[in-house]
């Protein structure tokens, strides 16, 4: 909070802020808001039943992993479920997802339900060029600037792509994810105004311009929410149950054959034997041609050489049974300090970023204090009459320096990554995938995550 102030200023604002909180907020809000005695820790999308729940042993208790695989695949969230789905529509050869805990039981399963049109492009031009301006000292301003154009369009491209190419595969696959596209408002405050102005203008010009500015009376009468100014607005993004999406891909998947998947299953290690890469278990050895990791957070834990460069982040969220005040269902809502989705009888939302050690990416550990204060937010911005939370969780997701993903070979031979998708896996993740099986396969096919912004070697030089 409050980036933007000297610090003694921004020690007196965080103060009054925290007083305010403590002494006021939180005192009011116990009135109309409680929580179940125990909450679970169980994210929505995870209370169904996991349709591969320790699959395949659960079935066949004496299953054995294959000596051999032409591709071994290291996870099975968003990316991995991608992966294998795609490959088994181009692919002809077998091809093994390994999974140390469930399918869509990391943060695949433990997100807030949106679709996204990835970052809308002025966000990735600003992180980029924040991180140029600190790395790239070397290039002209100017140089500069047209490097973080040229990225933020190759998100962007590669984004939109992405969106549409989900929604054809739900309508084509039949996938029942509960999938509906009524956009994300994401409203702003009075002093990031002049940015939403910036940051629309450079929509509009740049023909990227899913995101828009609504009035805050659009702004309510899309999402109910209350706030005093203009709002951002994603009119592509979408709402969706995201582990029946991973689900529904893995189901695919396995239908064709040439993939197997193996839950339970926790890989230690990864060495380069020149023709292939043995791939060590907990089970066995899988000696894999081609290998791609989709382990997001849990990245710099298997590649320690990764630890400066995917960065996992805890962010959380919770779900209570609620009137919903005015909040409308099936449509991306975001305040400045925080997420919001009406489900059913209840309402979810959760909030922060906060980096924690490698060993600890994965960890379901929320901050009971960060939903309290969020639940404050929800009298002030929606008029919520009374919640009662039931669930409450954390995930990690997981950011590179310039927060831009990585789609690309992790060495110079046959070992591909995508991650770093700064908590929009979503708006990255299935065209990434396709990409990588394309690549593996020497498909011809649009480049849409070009070596030269997508590598990442452009941390390692
Ligand atoms: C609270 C929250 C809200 C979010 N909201 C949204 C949203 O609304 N929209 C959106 O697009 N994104 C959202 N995100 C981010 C999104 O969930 C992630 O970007 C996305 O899930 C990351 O890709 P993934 O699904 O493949 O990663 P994960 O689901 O984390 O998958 C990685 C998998 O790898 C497995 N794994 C790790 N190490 C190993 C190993 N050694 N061996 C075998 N398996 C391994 C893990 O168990 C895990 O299942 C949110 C995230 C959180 C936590």
């Not at 809502?333 to 970023?353: N, Q, T, V």
């Not at 480049?447 to 590598?455: G, Q, R, T």
Request: aromatic share 12%.
């Amino acid at each position: 909070m409050y980036s933007d102030k000297l610090l003694p200023v921004r020690l007196l604002l965080f103060l009054r802020w925290a007083t305010h909180t403590m002494w006021r907020l939180f005192p009011d809000s116990q009135a109309w808001a409680q929580f179940e005695k125990p909450v679970s820790g169980t994210s929505i999308w995870l209370k169904e039943k996991n349709p591969f729940e320790n699959h395949p042993f659960s079935q066949d208790p004496d299953a054995r992993l294959p000596e051999d695989a032409e591709v071994v695949v290291i996870g099975a969230g968003f990316i991995g479920g991608a992966v294998a789905y795609h490959w088994s529509k181009l692919g002809n050869s077998p091809l093994v997802v390994l999974e140390k805990e469930e399918v869509a039981g990391g943060s695949a399963g433990r997100n807030e339900g949106l679709v996204v049109m990835g970052r809308y492009y002025y966000m990735v031009y600003e992180t980029v060029m924040r991180y140029l301006n600190k790395a790239r000292t070397d290039l002209t301003d100017t140089c500069r600037d047209q490097l973080a154009h040229e990225f933020a369009a190759a998100y962007a491209k590669a984004a939109y792509a992405n969106a549409e190419l989900i929604e054809q595969t739900i309508r084509e696959e039949g996938i029942e994810c509960e999938y509906q596209r009524r956009g994300w408002v994401q409203a702003t405050e009075r002093d990031r105004l002049d940015r939403l102005e910036d940051s629309v203008r450079m929509a509009e010009r740049t023909g990227f311009n899913d995101w828009v500015k609504i009035t805050r009376e659009e702004a309510f009468e899309i999402s109910g929410i209350n706030t005093p100014y203009p709002s951002g607005y994603s009119r592509g993004a979408a709402t969706w149950h995201p582990a029946k999406w991973v689900w529904g891909l893995v189901k695919v998947a396995l239908r064709s054959g040439d993939v197997q998947l193996f839950t339970r299953t926790r890989v230690l290690s990864i060495e380069d034997q020149g023709e292939r890469y043995a791939v060590r278990t907990e089970r066995g050895t899988i000696n894999a041609r081609y290998v791609v990791n989709a382990t997001e957070s849990a990245t710099p834990f298997l590649f320690p050489s990764f630890h400066d460069v995917i960065l996992p982040m805890q962010t959380q969220a919770a779900f209570g049974r609620s009137d919903g005040g005015t909040m409308k269902p099936a449509v991306g809502i975001s305040g400045p300090k925080a997420f919001f989705g009406r489900h059913g009888e209840g309402i979810l939302f959760g909030s922060d970023a906060t980096r924690v050690p490698d060993r600890e990416a994965g960890r379901n550990q929320p901050s009971r204090f960060i939903t309290k204060y969020v639940i404050t937010q929800l009298r002030e911005l929606f008029g919520v009459e009374h919640v009662r939370v039931a669930n409450e969780w954390s995930g990690t997701v997981s950011y590179t320096p310039d927060e831009y993903p990585i789609v690309g070979l992790m060495d110079d031979k046959r070992m591909y990554m995508i991650g770093g998708l700064a908590g929009s896996g979503s708006g990255v993740s299935f065209n990434a995938g396709r990409h990588v099986v394309q690549k593996i396969l020497a498909i011809e096919g649009h480049d849409y995550y070009p070596e030269k912004y997508f590598s990442p070697s452009r941390f390692f030089c």
